[in-house]
């Protein structure tokens, strides 16, 4: 089997019975309300490939965890193959279908050790191969033409040693847009989810999507509209469309995904979260704890009681993931964290339930 399948997820989650409501449901498969993430800033510092995610993601799969996530871009590619190694470390313990695992394609991923001059790397791999013109690429850093994304995809399989995702996303449109202007930018994404639908039918991924940082959020300058690329979906995949998920960061600095109205569904404002629910897409929380900028000072006691009235919970990391793990509307939320013991504590606020809205809305009043 080369997905996850309703059936090898379910059986997953049973493994876990203890956890409370740690599972949700989502085009039939079951995703864990926690997700890994293997993202770490500044790709090209030295400092982040003396470590691995190796230890981890077998830690996290143990623990309940079957969302893994990373990009072609992260760690130019080393967290692609680490989760590929980890996943043939397991072997027989984990399989295949009990897995919901996605990358993220749109960002030159060179790759490691780096290439002495980028520039001509790109040249060479890139546009000398006919996936792109020099035009098409931003900053030296991000293409989204359908060849080069097709390459992209192709080539995040056969890092991780997969012959498929269950998700795969185009990674950060929005840092086209301004460029392209509103009517190009559009035009763009439909010859995009018009290649993705042709991918999800040769077999390389079961869904698609859109992962944003601003996209979703800025009403200012970048703003993506989720009904438009429903439009788009529908119009080049029809009613069987593969276009399922976004991926948008939220956490307790960052809530604007639920409290803010930046989005429109049939003329009317709303945030974030009542599109895609309106819409029937898919939301996947990313940056649960703001690279550990959430931090710098204790939440309150006001904080903890409201999230976990059991006072099981003994950290404000598995507080700020607890909020995650709790909104309204979000399937899965996504932390990082290379090591194993750190992946254990968190996975520890699986063992209680979330806090029900009335008392998660309280949290907006303090």
Not at 51 to 73: H, P, R, W
Not at 300 to 312: F, H, I, P, R, Y
Not at 335 to 345: D, G, L, M
């Amino acid at each position: 089997m080369k997905y996850a399948t309703p059936e090898g997820t379910l059986e997953y989650a049973k493994e876990f019975s203890n956890y409370k409501d740690f599972y949700t449901r989502s085009n039939g498969l079951i995703f864990s309300k926690l997700g890994l993430g293997t993202f770490i800033k500044e790709p090209y510092k030295e400092e982040n490939y003396v470590f691995d995610y190796i230890s981890a993601v077998k830690e996290a799969i143990k623990c309940g965890i079957n969302l893994l996530d990373t990009a072609s871009n992260y760690r130019y590619g080393q967290s692609e193959k680490e989760i590929g190694i980890a996943l043939k470390e397991l072997g027989d313990e984990v399989k295949r279908e009990e897995l919901i695992i996605c990358s993220k394609g749109g960002f030159i991923q060179l790759e490691y050790p780096f290439p002495e001059n980028p520039y001509l790397w790109i040249e060479d791999n890139i546009i000398n191969a006919n996936l792109a013109k020099k035009e098409d690429i931003e900053l030296d850093q991000h293409c989204m033409t359908p060849d080069f994304l097709e390459w992209s995809c192709k080539r995040s399989l056969q890092n991780i040693g997969l012959e498929a995702f269950d998700i795969y996303y185009l990674h950060n449109p929005e840092m086209q847009y301004l460029r392209l202007g509103e009517e190009k930018f559009y035009k763009t994404i439909e010859t995009v989810f018009e290649r993705f639908e042709a991918l999800a039918k040769k077999g390389l991924f079961q869904y698609y999507g859109v992962a944003t940082w601003n996209g979703f959020i800025n009403k200012e300058m970048e703003s993506i509209s989720l009904e438009k690329l429903l439009e788009i979906a529908e119009k080049v995949g029809g009613k069987e469309h593969r276009f399922k998920y976004i991926q948008t960061p939220f956490n307790m600095a960052k809530t604007d995904i639920y409290t803010m109205p930046t989005q429109s569904v049939a003329k009317e404002e709303c945030t974030l979260l009542q599109a895609a629910h309106r819409l029937g897409i898919g939301v996947i929380s990313s940056s649960s704890l703001l690279q550990m900028n959430l931090f710098h000072k204790s939440f309150s006691a006001e904080t903890g009681v409201v999230l976990d009235s059991s006072m099981k919970l003994k950290s404000d990391i598995q507080l700020a993931l607890q909020f995650a793990r709790s909104t309204p509307g979000i399937v899965s939320s996504l932390f990082a964290s290379k090591v194993p013991v750190h992946i254990r504590e968190n996975c520890e606020i699986s063992t209680i339930k979330a806090a029900a809205k009335s008392r998660y809305d309280l949290l907006y009043r303090l």
